[in-house]
């Protein structure tokens, strides 16, 4: 059974930093992209950024390149976000999400299976 | 930017009738990577439809979507009472967007 926990949400202040995890049971993560996906309190979904299964290639939302990014450590089944320069709007739920299609190099963006997701607050 | 635009925003039903549920992109969408996913207050989102008609495992049959290039459709066919949830579209064929939601709550 495919299992995706988040982790390391809080409260954080403005221009502040924080990683949040994903660990990962269920399946072979290295034969699969993996995403994060956010939503702001009472808005839509919102996705963040994508990593191909061997790590080598990356991909961001506008809003968040240069100031948020994705890794993972495939040996610890695990997905990161590190987050610098936060700001208000960053303000949401943060899901990590697994991509559908097979492929070690392939980020497609289709999520087959999401986490329940890790809060994640930036005000002074 | 792939801009996706769902109508209506709400939507009020009864238990048992159909739902129509809209999703219109502000350019043709790829191959028709276009996906519908349920979300529930509290919950993981969950994947229904993929390639734009293709239901996900376990995704039961009251559940259909249909369309291609900019205009695309998410059909229940007999709402259940689990089924009254928000609904987006997404487009994974250029980068990745979603729309902004339907919401289909119990008139």
């Known amino acids: 059974e495919v299992q995706l926990l988040e982790s390391g949400g809080g409260l954080v202040q403005p221009g502040g930093s924080l990683r949040i995890s994903c660990a990962a049971s269920g399946f072979n993560l290295d034969n699969y992209a993996m995403h994060w996906v956010r939503q702001a309190p009472g808005k839509g979904l919102e996705w963040v950024s994508g990593?191909?299964?061997?790590?080598?290639?990356?991909s961001y939302a506008d809003s968040v390149r240069g100031r948020l990014t994705i890794s993972r450590d495939n040996s610890k089944n695990t997905l990161y976000l590190q987050m610098h320069s936060l700001r208000a709007e960053d303000t949401a739920i943060y899901y990590c999400?697994?991509?559908?299609?097979?492929?070690?190099?392939?980020?497609?963006?289709?999520?087959?299976?999401w986490g329940q997701g890790t809060l994640v607050t930036v005000s002074s | 930017e792939i801009v996706l635009t769902q109508s209506p925003g709400t939507l009020s039903l009864s238990p048992g009738e159909r739902a129509t549920l809209s999703c219109r992109a502000s350019?043709?969408?790829?191959?028709?990577?276009l996906a519908w996913y349920q979300h529930k207050p509290g919950q993981a989102p969950r994947l229904l439809i993929y390639?734009?008609?293709s239901r996900a495992t376990g995704i039961p049959d009251r559940f259909s979507g249909s369309g291609s290039g900019t205009d695309f459709t998410l059909t229940i066919s007999r709402l259940e009472p689990e089924d009254f949830a928000v609904y987006y579209c997404?487009?994974?064929?250029?980068?990745?967007?979603f729309g902004q939601g339907t919401k289909v709550e119990i008139k």
């Open positions: 350019q043709s969408v790829r191959s028709s990577y």
């Open positions: 999400a697994k991509d559908r299609y097979l492929g070690s190099v392939v980020i497609m963006g289709l999520f087959d299976y």
């Open positions: 997404q487009q994974y064929g250029k980068s990745r967007t």
């Open positions: 990593i191909s299964g061997r790590g080598t290639d990356t």
């Open positions: 390639g734009a008609a």
